[in-house]
């Protein structure tokens, strides 16, 4: 060691960690863009993009309106629409699984007529296999030449007539192009897998890739449209569950509004495809805004993130009796459905999450997950709970991973405990929690764990449960006469 003569400082570690940030509402939503707008389309397949700004996801998938009966062809485009334009909520992560390789269809040498030099093409259209004839098919004309191609507010391709070339600026073209086609994508599409030459993962699988590629924890698992088919909503579950191997998130499902098309069929449709766990949400049925259709989940999810946003941050309160962005609800054909407390009480009862006009507008209903009323323990059985316990446990597991491998030790210990308990603390002050605490308890660490390098700590933790039940007890007192007598 160097002579040492002087003062000198040296540092030890702060006893005190202060908790790392879990997004508590993050949706992570799988479905369909029109990526025909990308610069890339074929780079916009499985691969999730996160997005703070409407134009950022617009840019990065594209978009396509609701067409003239309220239906969005491409689900990521329902949902961009609700989140940011309805909901204004951000971030969220879009992971569209439609391939333009396989999910296509064609048109040959269609005639297109041709107005004021533009000739319109379906949504969908791919720019880079837009071929463009003369109106007897005898003249190819060139691009950049002869035309450039655009992209209509409607996610359409607009042929644009260049002066000065062949293309003629009125009558027809012929026009041949391959266009994308979402009805192609199915349930194995959302479920995905991994590539076993490539290792790639497609579909749900790539719920593990985001907080890698992010440093997000997934809050919520979406895929509007195609959650209604149970396999899917199963692993959505399986998902969610289980996120890199560490954190969990709740899913989103929709009851099918096209089969059950009765309030009272949707506890049926709930239990017969075993949608029961307690990190589920079920929704029935569909809503409208204006024109356009979107799914309860899609809505719901909004609902979720202005709610938590309103309190800093935090999930402790139910979601239920939060507006809507609605006018009304729907089935899927659009016929709207009219419930009232009792038929929405009901569907609250069988831990279906509905929407209903009352006091205060359309609003979101209910607080139970889709595991009640089998499962009745507050933990499972109410959303805002569940999800208080979620992120609990999510922002415990990213403020102490810079902890492993540090020696076992009381100070170790005790830095774990006197973090988590001042954290906790400040949570109840506030009113997010009732109460918690973090103990070491000596019967949950064995010696041979402690010698193994295990270490476990008790935490107890109470988020209010919603009041979903306020009784005035009204009684006509008759001693209140003896006023008539002065």
């Known amino acids: 060691m160097a002579y040492r003569h002087g003062v000198f400082v040296s540092e030890v570690p702060t006893s005190i960690v202060p908790p790392v940030q879990s997004e508590a509402s993050l949706p992570v939503v799988f479905g369909t863009a029109p990526i025909n707008m990308a610069e890339d389309p074929s780079a916009m397949v499985n691969r999730p993009v996160l997005a703070f700004t409407y134009a950022e996801a617009v840019e990065a998938l594209g978009f396509a309106p609701a067409d003239s009966n309220g239906d969005f062809a491409f689900t990521l485009s329902e949902f961009m629409r609700s989140q940011f334009a309805l909901f204004a909520a951000a971030p969220v992560v879009l992971v569209n699984v439609l391939d333009p390789s396989t999910h296509k269809g064609s048109e040959a040498d269609q005639s297109i007529p041709v107005v004021d030099g533009r000739a319109t093409l379906r949504v969908g259209a791919l720019k880079a296999s837009v071929v463009v004839k003369s109106s007897d098919g005898s003249t190819e004309y060139t691009e950049g030449d002869d035309y450039e191609l655009t992209f209509s507010a409607e996610g359409g391709v607009i042929v644009n007539a260049i002066d000065g070339g062949q293309m003629p600026t009125s009558g027809n073209v012929q026009v041949s192009y391959d266009y994308l086609d979402p009805s192609l994508v199915d349930a194995n599409d959302i479920i995905g897998g991994i590539d076993p030459n490539t290792g790639k993962a497609t579909g749900l699988e790539l719920l593990n890739e985001v907080f890698p590629r992010f440093r997000m924890v997934p809050a919520q698992v979406l895929a509007p449209g195609f959650s209604k088919d149970p396999t899917v909503a199963a692993v959505m579950n399986a998902k969610a569950l289980n996120i890199n191997a560490h954190f969990r998130?709740?899913?989103?499902?929709?009851?099918?509004?096209?089969?059950?098309?009765?309030?009272?069929?949707?506890?049926?449709?709930?239990?017969?495809?075993?949608?029961?766990?307690p990190q589920q949400v079920v929704c029935w049925p569909m809503v409208k805004f204006g024109d356009e259709k979107h799914h309860l989940s899609t809505q719901l999810a909004g609902v979720i993130c202005r709610t938590d946003a309103a309190h800093d941050g935090v999930p402790y309160k139910s979601p239920s009796n939060e507006n809507l962005q609605a006018q009304g609800t729907i089935l899927e054909d659009g016929t709207e459905i009219f419930l009232g407390p009792d038929s929405a009480g009901y569907l609250n009862g069988e831990g279906i999450v509905t929407g209903f006009n009352f006091i205060g507008g359309w609003m979101a209903w209910g607080n139970r997950t889709a595991a009640y009323p089998g499962n009745s323990d507050?933990?499972?059985?109410?959303?805002?709970?569940?999800?208080?316990?979620?992120?609990?446990?999510?922002t415990l597991i990213l403020t102490f991973w810079q902890k492993v491998d540090n020696p076992t030790d009381r100070r170790q210990i005790d830095t774990v405990i006197d973090s988590s308990n001042l954290w906790l603390n400040g949570l109840a002050s506030r009113g997010y929690?009732?109460?918690?605490?973090?103990?070491?308890l000596e019967e949950e660490n064995p010696i041979?764990?402690?010698?193994?390098g295990i270490s476990r700590f008790h935490v107890y933790a109470t988020p209010p449960s919603p009041n979903r039940e306020i009784d005035f007890i009204l009684e006509y007192d008759p001693s209140y006469l003896a006023g008539l007598f002065g």
């Not at 949707?266 to 075993?274: F, G, I, S, T």
């Not at 109410?382 to 992120?391: A, E, K, T």
């Not at 929690?433 to 070491?440: D, I, K, S, T, Y």
């Open 433 to 440: 929690l009732l109460g918690g605490r973090v103990e070491f």
């Open 448 to 452: 041979t764990d402690l010698m193994d």
């Open 378 to 394: 507050p933990k499972d059985a109410f959303i805002p709970v569940r999800r208080m316990m979620n992120w609990i446990g999510n």
């Open 249 to 277: 998130a709740i899913s989103l499902v929709d009851i099918p509004t096209d089969e059950d098309t009765k309030y009272s069929d949707a506890p049926a449709w709930k239990n017969d495809n075993n949608i029961v766990d």
